[in-house]
């Protein structure tokens, strides 16, 4: 994430009592973002509806093909150039090495 999308994102996050900066104990020139204990609310019930929609979107899979599939994502994830999903939640390719 760049310095300025994290700067907008973090002023946002305090904005609405989600997280908080704090002054470093080690480095007077950095900030400390900590979330907030109605941000931590806020990811606890993310995670709950996470977990209800990829039951739901899973649920013809056995435990171990779930295990399986969720890995290889995982695995394609993490081999893309950048985030395979984009702005407005567009799912991108990842970008192939130049030839030449």
Known sequence: MD???MVVTADELERDGLAERHASATDR???VIRVTPAG???VR?????????HGEALGELSAGER????????????AAE???????????????????
């Open 67 to 78: 295990q399986v599939f969720v890995d290889a994502l995982d695995r394609l994830q993490q």
């Open 45 to 53: 019930r993310g995670e709950v509806i996470v977990d209800r929609v």
């Open 29 to 31: 020139r950095v900030k």
């Open 82 to 100: 950048f985030p395979m999903v984009g702005e407005g939640g567009v799912v991108r390719k990842p970008r192939r090495a130049r030839q030449g």
């Open 3 to 5: 310095k300025t999308t």
């Open 40 to 42: 931590a609310e806020l």
